[in-house]
């Protein structure tokens, strides 16, 4: 996956407009032509590319958390069958969101902030902050 910052194979700032000339910006994606020949059409590669995959912007945010635990402890019938019509009792303790056990993603985005908006048919989030 190229970057938007750095040098190309010709050793030009990839962000340099597309040129003929060895002076030429953009890269050269990985791929195949329609005819199957390899690629060697040169790219514009920026935020604002059209032509640039989108996992450029995407990132894993897998985690691994203990959502939910409940501790029950229920009361014999030997107990309880002395206090008349009670027929069983269940005490629990119960926790929602414990513990994040594991996440790749360390930087946090700020939800209050996220903007939604649509570009191109695709939901896209506007103005998102990274938080350390």
Not at 8 to 23: H, K, M
Not at 64 to 89: N, Q
Not at 91 to 109: A, C, D, E, M, P
């Amino acid at each position: 996956m190229p970057n938007t910052v750095g040098l190309n194979d010709l050793g030009n700032p990839v962000r340099n407009p597309v040129t003929n000339s060895g002076n030429s910006g953009g890269v050269i994606l990985d791929g195949v032509t329609e005819d199957g020949k390899v690629n060697t059409k040169r790219v514009v590669i920026d935020a604002n590319s059209t032509t640039l995959p989108q996992a450029a912007f995407s990132y894993d945010a897998s985690y691994v958390k203990l959502r939910e635990a409940t501790l029950t402890y229920t009361f014999p019938k030997t107990m309880i069958s002395k206090w008349g019509p009670v027929k069983w009792i269940d005490l629990s303790v119960f926790g929602r969101n414990l513990w994040i056990i594991h996440k790749t993603f360390l930087i946090q985005i700020r939800k209050r902030t996220c903007l939604l908006g649509m570009h191109k048919g695709y939901k896209v989030e506007h103005i998102q902050q990274p938080e350390q």
